[in-house]
């Protein structure tokens, strides 16, 4: 038995007034995913651990079986092993976002949903003039930080020596609020030779911030923007930082697993990929916003199938659609991944002989009236040939409550499936 994890980031929501008090799954005009849940098992599971935030990085991890007590570093070294950054031992890498403020506020966590070339020019701009600008070195020495291109807004940051001891504030969680009230804070933390202390790792991520933000603003980039009246990539955000995280592979935890292959256009989950023992498949056009091309990624879902014994894919619109607040593209981001991902898989493999576990959910949810991650169960279907039906009909948060499998918690949901 072969295994598929498709992932809608984000496509769990609350019920909203606008929709006659249903939720957006209900809503959304789903066949083939309520048929897999009608033909298949349903149940909730909890995706977020006690103490940690409802992040992708944390709900993802742990839904592909990894005890996040264990592993967890942050976001930051997740999204260097994708980007290929080999991270030294005295690195604290950091997921940098360029993100837009105004009026002392920040207005969207991406920069203005930012083109990966324009992102880069921006990211390598600020590499140019922060990575040795004058006040850094003096008050931290030479060469102590590195900025490192990503996709879009997402990029990565090294600081060389800095302390994990810091307490971040994603920017997605913190849209229209005043952003000099969410800087770094130091934690309290082992004394670790050879590193920053909390304080100073604190100082000097405020530093960055502060000076990203003098430096984009005199961007051409920005200049431009600012004439045709749209919203400027004009800060920084550093957070989600960490140091190289100690993971087993998935071949390593599961014997089923010989080999597998992740499929998605964000660099966090390719991260999680890459400690996972996943290869990453990438696929062009893939956006990680509701533009992304949802045939090519179904495609090189069935193309690893043939040769891979687990697949990871995972699609982020839904996620950004919450998070920007817009009804409709999420409605539209959520039929898009049944009518364009699950239904040609599953047309698919009904057609072949060897059976593949097909399993369905979302990493959190991402509601469009909160604008962020919320810590709750989401729902999940499970549906491989002859498996035994629970009465559940349709796939949705309020449905999946009367499901066969309960609820589970967080590695129960892989362990589950790997029985299968």
């Known amino acids: ?186 934690e309290q933390g082992p004394e670790e030779p050879g590193r920053l202390s909390p304080e100073d790792t604190a100082e000097l991520l405020t530093m960055l911030i502060v000076k990203s933000q003098r430096l984009l603003a005199a961007h051409p980039f920005n200049k431009a923007r600012a004439e045709r009246g749209e919203r400027q990539a004009n800060s920084i955000w550093p957070w989600g930082g960490g140091y190289r995280p100690q993971m087993k592979t998935l071949m390593q935890m599961f014997p089923q697993v010989k080999s597998g292959a992740v499929i998605s256009a964000v660099d966090l989950i390719r991260g999680i990929g890459y400690y996972a023992g996943l290869r990453k498949i990438i696929v062009e056009g893939a956006t990680g916003l509701a533009d992304t091309n949802y045939e090519g990624k179904a495609q090189a879902a069935i193309d690893a199938l043939r040769t891979d014994d687990f697949v990871f894919l995972h699609v982020e619109a839904s996620d950004e659609a919450g998070h920007d607040g817009d009804l409709q593209l999420k409605l539209r981001t959520i039929e898009n991944l049944d009518r364009r991902i699950v239904g040609p898989i599953y047309e698919e493999l009904s057609k072949w002989e060897e059976p593949v576990c097909i399993a369905v959910l979302p990493d959190h949810p991402t509601p469009i009236e909160v604008r962020t991650h919320v810590n709750e169960p989401v729902p999940f279907l499970i549906y491989y040939k002859g498996i035994t039906p629970d009465d559940v009909t349709c796939y949705d948060e309020v449905a999946c409550v009367r499901g066969g499998y309960g609820l589970l918690r967080l590695q129960q949901f892989m362990e589950t499936l790997m029985e299968v």
């Open 1 to 186: 038995m072969k295994h598929l994890i498709i992932l809608g980031d984000g496509m769990a929501d609350h019920p909203v007034e606008r929709l006659g008090g249903k939720t957006l799954l209900q809503h959304a005009n789903t066949p083939y995913m309520d048929m897999l849940a009608r033909q298949g098992r349903t149940g909730r599971l909890i995706t977020i651990p006690d103490g940690f935030q409802p992040g992708s990085e944390v709900a993802n991890t742990a839904i592909l079986g990894y005890d996040l007590n264990k592993v967890y570093e942050g976001r930051g070294p997740l999204e260097a092993a994708s980007i290929g950054y080999d991270m030294r031992p005295d690195d604290l890498a950091l997921r940098c976002n360029i993100i837009s403020v105004a009026d002392g506020k920040i207005i969207t966590h991406n920069g203005g949903n930012l083109e990966t070339e324009d992102g880069g020019v921006l990211i390598e701009y600020l590499n140019q003039h922060l990575s040795n600008d004058a006040d850094i070195v003096s008050r931290f020495g030479k060469d102590r930080v590195c900025f490192i291109r990503g996709i879009q807004y997402r990029h990565l940051l090294i600081v060389r020596g800095g302390s994990k001891y810091v307490a971040f504030a994603p920017p997605h969680d913190h849209p229209d609020e005043q952003w000099q009230e969410l800087l770094p804070v130091a």
